[in-house]
């Protein structure tokens, strides 16, 4: 029978001739488009590999079944992804955190402070087998009144076997913290027996019962329970805690630098230099790595990465990696993504990651793959593109350079914006596809008629990228979101203006508690925010209001949301203080772009005056920015009867602050502060 690998779905003939020699040459005739199909598979062994992940398939032309089965799971293993979901998949990638190992000797957690990144649970019963509490005697709970003749005993730290036979009415002696037998089901104190040549008996036999003085299988923490939740502070109780259950290293946040390590790997035998001849008729020159590097200085992104390029031929890939690793926050491979006999970036991919994707419905842009991998104490991310250069530039400017945007929490306003088209767009194939257009009077049109993913003419005066379905028509005049491809040119989206009516206000309201957001009471701080903003504002406004529990990643995730949709303030309250679920000052400063401590401290002397705990309070204040304008975001305390004095002392300088961050001015009632133009 054949034998058939199929490493990644598709099934091409170079590939086979690696892994086994012996097939029919007629039995694959070019690339699948996605996965195989029932006319593909001949009856063979088929081995679906995914990672370590190995399923083999006996395949049987006369029972249809067998087939149906390898042709799902590779369907479940390597989905077709669309543009979407990808973005969803990059959304999820958490590069904001280390891991640390943990120390039997010290505690890591008494000079810097540490917030969970993730649940963290136990991998181990504890205990992991039946132990005594006392020092006394194993025995079988039964026949009490008999003389149980002592045939050994059993220290704490020896080995759990016991390889003597356990004679009828036998008891053995254990220390504390000695695993008991499996045999005996009880253990007497040793207070509690009379001990004669080599035999004891019980002398209070109500002291003996069925589980008396052991520690049963997990009863202190079972295998799976979550030990620390996502967003709890590390102190030295829980790091006993966590070495106890034999967790070696834990993933805490961290805030992320201003910049990103990143290596670019152009691949392929046939690419070369311009500084060499070409050698061959296959032979090309290499510029996708110019490309990529005028993507990064034309995006403003050089500021924030620390790159380095390299080609490497097919022969030194591998071997490469092998010697060095993937050790950069990202890592870039072009070329070598197909499924050729010397295309290698898929085979790192799997080998080296966890990959979270590996094709694409997309033109230009597929073959594409995006996995995510350890190096150091860190989470780094592989993208594999495609060698062409103008799908190569497209997966970069669609997928690569929001990432990491969204990754250092920069403004991002000018990524995508709303364009109206200067011409028909059409997409008669089978994909997806990504066209390139030109912004000219006010309107976006075709660059160029040159489509093929090899030809660069269609990047020489692109700005951007207009999504259009498979068999899709886009007419003339409709407005669609263009991905913006540069950000030199001054290019206004007038439609997101037209969309915003500047003079109504967006407010947001952010309770950050576990048990209000339950139920298990009423917000009333929330609402006392709401009496506060309808005694005050005179200005037409709307309120968006989040109740939501005290989780860091959560409440970082809500404010950007309300940023996002336009709010010009955002209120929180709760999550100021000491306690270790107090998460929303640290997510605050976490997403803000500029912090404005003198809120804080206003409102913290202020509220001195009335209760000498109000220096247990961490509120400040900060702006978030995004499209052009910033949100102003307040902390306020937790406690109801505290919102009222502390945002009278700050709402003075508020409106103005607001009208600062690019909104109109807020009118009040007593009226704000406003500075007099010069």
């Not at 067998?66 to 989905?79: G, S």
């Not at 989206?493 to 500047?502: A, F, G, I, L, P």
């Not at 109109?664 to 406003?674: G, Q, V």
């Amino acid at each position: 029978m054949t034998k058939i690998i199929i490493n990644y779905p598709y099934i091409y003939k170079k590939q086979y001739k690696i892994i086994k020699k012996e097939f029919d040459k007629n039995y694959i005739p070019s690339v699948l488009e996605s996965f195989p199909n029932e006319s593909d598979l001949t009856n063979g062994i088929v081995r679906i590999i995914k990672g370590q992940e190995i399923d083999e398939y006996v395949i049987d032309h006369s029972n249809k079944n067998t087939i149906e089965q390898a042709l799902n799971r590779c369907k479940e293993l390597f989905p077709m992804n669309s543009m979407m979901q990808i973005d969803d998949i990059l959304s999820k990638i958490d590069t904001k955190f280390k891991f640390v190992k943990l120390s039997s000797n010290r505690s890591i957690s008494n000079k810097i402070d540490m917030y969970i990144a993730e649940d963290i649970r136990s991998n181990i019963n504890i205990p992991m087998h039946p132990t005594s509490t006392r020092d006394g005697y194993a025995i079988l709970n039964r026949d009490l009144d008999v003389r149980k003749k002592v045939i050994g005993e059993k220290m704490a730290g020896d080995n759990i076997e016991y390889s003597r036979y356990l004679e009828e009415n036998s008891a053995m002696y254990v220390a504390t913290g000695a695993v008991v037998p499996n045999e005996y089901n009880c253990v007497v104190m040793i207070e509690n027996v009379e001990y004669s040549e080599g035999s004891i008996m019980i002398k209070d036999k109500s002291q003996v019962y069925d589980g008396s003085f052991i520690r049963t299988v997990g009863s202190d923490i079972k295998n799976g329970e979550i030990l620390m939740s996502k967003g709890d502070k590390l102190n030295g109780m829980y790091e006993s805690l966590l070495i106890q259950a034999g967790v070696k290293e834990i993933p805490v946040n961290v805030l992320r630098n201003k910049r990103l390590s990143c290596k670019i790997y152009s691949t392929g035998n046939e690419v070369k230099s311009i500084e060499s001849e070409l050698m061959t008729e296959s032979d090309v020159y290499n510029t996708n790595l110019t490309l990529l590097d005028t993507l990064i200085k034309r995006n403003n992104l050089d500021e924030y990465l620390d790159v380095s390029f390299e080609h490497l031929s097919d022969s030194l890939i591998l071997s490469h990696i092998n010697d060095y690793g993937l050790n950069h926050d990202i890592t870039i491979f072009i070329g070598g993504s197909a499924i050729g006999e010397h295309d290698y970036s898929r085979e790192i991919l799997a080998r080296y990651t966890e990959p979270l994707c590996t094709q694409i419905n997309l033109m230009p842009g597929r073959p594409f793959g995006v996995g995510t991998y350890r190096f150091v104490d860190k989470v780094g991310v592989m993208f594999s593109l495609a060698g062409n250069p103008v799908s190569c530039c497209v997966s970069f400017t669609r997928f690569i350079i929001p990432y990491i945007y969204n990754t250092l929490q920069l403004n991002n306003e000018n990524l995508r914006i709303q364009g109206e088209l200067d011409y028909n767009a059409i997409n008669n194939a089978k994909r997806n596809e990504l066209q390139r257009v030109r912004y000219k009077d006010g309107k976006w049109t075709l660059t160029t008629e040159y489509t093929m993913s090899s030809n660069i003419k269609s990047l020489v005066n692109c700005d951007g990228l207009l999504y259009v379905k498979a068999g899709e028509t886009i007419n003339k005049g409709e407005k669609r979101e263009i991905i913006l491809f540069h950000q030199e040119k001054n290019i206004i989206s007038q439609s997101d203006e037209e969309n915003v009516n500047r003079d109504v206000f967006k407010i947001g309201i952010l309770t950050a508690s576990d048990r209000a957001s339950k139920g298990v009471y009423k917000d009333e701080s929330g609402e006392k925010i709401k009496e506060f903003l309808t005694t005050r504002v005179n200005s037409k406004y709307e309120v968006y209001y989040e109740c939501i529990e005290d989780d860091l990643q959560l409440i970082e995730n809500t404010l950007i949301k309300l940023s996002k949709l336009g709010c010009c303030l955002i209120l929180t309250t709760g999550g100021t203080g000491p306690s270790i679920r107090d998460n929303t000052i640290i997510a605050l400063k976490n997403i803000i772009h500029k912090e404005l401590p003198g809120f804080g401290e206003l409102m913290r002397t202020e509220n001195l005056k009335q209760v000498p705990t109000a220096i247990l309070s961490a509120q400040t204040a900060g702006i978030y920015y995004y499209r052009n304008r910033g949100t102003l975001i307040v902390n306020c305390p937790g406690s109801p009867k505290s919102i009222d004095f502390s945002l009278n002392c700050v709402w003075n300088a508020i409106p103005y602050c607001i009208e600062l961050l690019g909104h109109n001015f807020m009118e009040c009632e007593p009226k704000a502060f406003r500075p007099n133009k010069k």
